[in-house]
């Protein structure tokens, strides 16, 4: 098992690359089960997810023509196997996407539910309600999704909660449905809109994608195309908070500030001093950070996947925090490690009560969602002492090479077979 091993306590300095979106990339790949043509895309980062999503894909007969660094591509023309078996779902739950894309273009999918996890339950009543909607048939069996439809027929959607991944699946879908869909509370979240553009330049006919109402006029056939994944807004916010709990100067490259408003309001209230352009972000903090409040929710408000980072800046700030996580029951499993560290942090349902300190301690600690693993980097970079995380493979999940790119900031950090 890998570990990564840390000696904290100084401050980061120095220039990156921003790697493209995993939850841009993973819809996207999926886009390749809506057409007979090949797709050519790039900055698809090398993660685990990816590479889980591309197996998936392959064991249901996709051709992956190419994956270098460069360029991934990819053709589902001689796709023969509609199904997700429950060893792929269970260890990534994105492998619904397949669902909707499926069920449009092949009439038929058999996807695993993808069950429970450890941030929340994660039900996918609204992927499988919307699509019903149009016109499928479901049906659910032995922990399988076995959905028919022979043509998916446009209708109006409303949506029960915003959901990221059920906007994505039933907005594939739609591309070849009958008639006109609206899908009604939609996520807002930027990588609807990258996937939108993808599906655009395959042919799709879309509008109002990043608002909540997006509206799809079914066509007869998608075609190839090219794109480049966004990059990923995450994998910044993560290094931008680093940065800012040690303190340091880092400047980012292949970036994207539009994406990240929400974030960056909350480093400059942590203290930071923040330039950007185009495509670029500079980050220089020069101060103990001070505590700040924040509470999870839909784009463009506060992302829960920096809600674990912005733990570990607070536990560290001067002041006292309140974070509240409104989108996933059990998003707080980082509270019992950073207290090994020495954090002090009360939980009261979904609400987290941080006392900033000065400085953790090192200790030995255990990732158990990806976001947790990433608030213990940066809890192990600020700690006095060693810091020890196991359980790192949830990390391998959403950040590409995290170790090196921290060393090129100056970090002590190192992944260990132990
Ligand atoms: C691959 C990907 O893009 N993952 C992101 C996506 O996950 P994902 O798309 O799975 O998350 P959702 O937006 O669907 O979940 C939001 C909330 O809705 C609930 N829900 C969702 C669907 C449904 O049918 N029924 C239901 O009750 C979920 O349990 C959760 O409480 O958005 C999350 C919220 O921004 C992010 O944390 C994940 O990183
Ligand atoms: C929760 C996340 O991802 P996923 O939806 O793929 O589990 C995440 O990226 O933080």
């Not at 089960?33 to 064991?59: E, F, G, H, Y």
């Not at 996807?111 to 048939?137: W, Y």
């Not at 960056?264 to 185009?278: F, H, Q, R, T």
Request: with cysteine.
């Amino acid at each position: 098992m890998q570990k990564l091993v840390i000696h904290g306590g100084k401050p980061l300095c120095g220039e990156i690359s921003i790697s493209g979106a995993k939850n841009a990339a993973l819809p996207v790949l999926c886009t390749s089960l809506l057409t007979n043509d090949a797709l050519k895309l790039r900055n698809i980062p090398d993660l685990k997810d990816v590479s889980t999503m591309l197996d998936l894909l392959k064991q249901m007969g996709v051709t992956i023509l190419a994956n270098s660094r460069s360029e991934t591509e990819l053709s589902a023309l001689h796709l023969t196997n509609p199904t997700a078996p429950y060893e792929m779902v269970k260890t990534m739950r994105a492998a619904i996407l397949v669902l909707g894309p499926l069920l449009a273009h092949k009439g038929e999918a058999t996807i695993s539910l993808p069950g429970g996890c450890a941030i929340g339950l994660r039900p996918v009543d609204q992927h499988i309600k919307g699509l019903q909607a149009m016109g499928a048939e479901i049906a659910i069996e032995h922990g399988y999704i076995h959905a028919k439809a022979k043509k998916l027929t446009g209708t109006r959607i409303v949506m029960d909660i915003v959901t990221v991944t059920g906007t994505e699946n039933l907005m594939m879908a739609a591309t070849l449905a009958s008639g006109v869909t609206v899908l009604e509370n939609a996520a807002r979240e930027p990588e609807v809109v990258d996937l939108a553009q993808c599906l655009i330049k395959m042919g799709a006919k879309i509008e109002g994608a990043g608002t909540d109402v997006i509206t799809i006029q079914g066509v007869k056939t998608l075609h190839g195309c090219s794109h480049d994944i966004m990059p990923d807004r995450i994998e910044t916010g993560t290094f931008l908070t680093a940065v800012t709990a040690s303190g340091g100067e880092i400047h980012l490259k292949g970036t994207r500030v539009d994406t990240l408003d929400a974030i960056i309001d909350k480093l400059l209230e942590a203290g930071a001093i923040i330039n950007s352009g185009e495509n670029w972000i500079h980050l220089s903090m020069n101060t103990p950070p001070k505590s700040v409040n924040l509470r999870t929710a839909p784009y463009p408000a506060f992302p829960t996947d920096m809600q674990a980072q912005f733990m570990a800046l607070n536990c560290v700030a001067e002041g006292t925090a309140i974070i509240t996580e409104t989108i996933f029951e059990n998003r707080f499993m980082h509270v019992q490690e950073l207290k090994r560290m020495n954090a002090q942090i009360t939980v009261e349902g979904n609400t987290a009560i941080v006392h900033g300190i000065p400085q953790l301690d090192g200790a030995g600690v255990m990732a158990t969602d990806l976001r947790a693993s990433a608030s213990l980097v940066i809890a192990g970079l600020t700690a006095q002492g060693e810091t020890m995380i196991d359980r790192i493979y949830h990390l391998d999940r959403g950040y590409e090479r995290i170790e090196e790119k921290l060393a090129q900031l100056g970090a002590e950090i190192m992944r260990i077979n132990a």
